[in-house]
């Protein structure tokens, strides 16, 4: 890998500056890179990216851990890095990540731990993972349920993970109808505003399922549209530039906000960059 320059650190701090379009457009051009990279259809990560953080890499939700493009949680982006860190770059960091019989990730190094996690600020590897995990949860669906298995069962997939997907498809396509939250009452526990109406009647699967198929379907051309006209508009015609070397800009973050000592942070230094020779 190579070092990790200024100029690399300067773009990944624009990576918000928007364009005549309204899109930012680095963001964009990481999307558009993680698709064709993990083969995961463009205008559904775009769309997915909108719903999620409105196309902001630094977001954090208000109620839970997740964090970044695209909403990561901590254990979720724990366990993406562990088992695909290694092909993008992220062999150091997958290598400090344990996983327990339970299938709890663990990284007992603090300092490391905070790097990891911070990794899903950046767009460009929020935006492989998403597709590594869309991937996973296409193969899922297409081996538990069937069909045509388009946007909207994908987002379902990652709003209530793969196997609560395939509970709520396979429940909707024999009985419509059912309330959604005798499915799956956990869900519907943490998510009251999906899964019952403003006067507390509860949804049907069908009618949750209209709720995310209209997410995905109005607006979707215009939308693609206007992110194809900023990837054009782009004066920097290589997106893989915003992040030239994750695991050194890493290194650097650490080294600069831990506040380790002297001794430990000369450690980290070395662990983390001696991956990159």
Do not use: C
Request: zero cysteines.
């Amino acid at each position: 890998m190579s070092i990790y320059n200024l100029s690399a650190i300067q773009q990944n701090n624009q990576a918000n500056q928007v364009d005549s379009t309204g899109l930012p457009q680095r963001v964009v051009a990481a999307i558009k890179q993680a698709s064709e990279r993990t083969g995961v259809d463009f205008s559904y990560m775009l769309n997915k990216a909108q719903q999620e953080s409105g196309f902001d890499p630094q977001a954090k939700s208000k109620v839970s851990s997740a964090t970044g493009l695209y909403q990561f949680t901590n254990q979720t982006w724990l366990r993406m890095v562990k088992n695909n860190g290694a092909d993008y770059g992220l062999g150091a960091y997958a290598d400090h990540i344990k996983v327990d019989a339970a299938g709890v990730a663990h990284v007992s190094d603090p300092a490391w731990r905070k790097a990891i996690l911070d990794l899903r600020k950046d767009p460009q590897l929020s935006a492989e993972m998403a597709g590594e995990l869309d991937k996973q949860n296409m193969d899922a669906l297409q081996d538990n349920v069937g069909g045509k298995i388009g946007g909207t069962e994908l987002y379902l997939a990652h709003f209530l993970g793969a196997g609560g997907a395939t509970d709520f498809l396979n429940e909707m396509h024999a009985n419509p109808n059912t309330q959604a939250a005798n499915v799956l009452p956990q869900a519907a526990s943490s998510n009251p505003s999906v899964f019952y109406n403003s006067d507390g009647s509860a949804r049907t699967l069908a009618q949750i399922y209209r709720h995310f198929a209209q997410k995905f379907e109005n607006g979707v051309n215009t939308l693609v549209a206007s992110a194809n006209t900023a990837l054009k508009n782009m004066q920097t015609t290589t997106p893989s530039t915003v992040v030239a070397d994750a695991a050194s800009t890493q290194a650097i973050s650490v080294m600069n906000q831990t506040a380790s000592t002297g001794s430990q942070q000369a450690s980290l230094m070395s662990q983390m960059t001696g991956a990159n020779t």
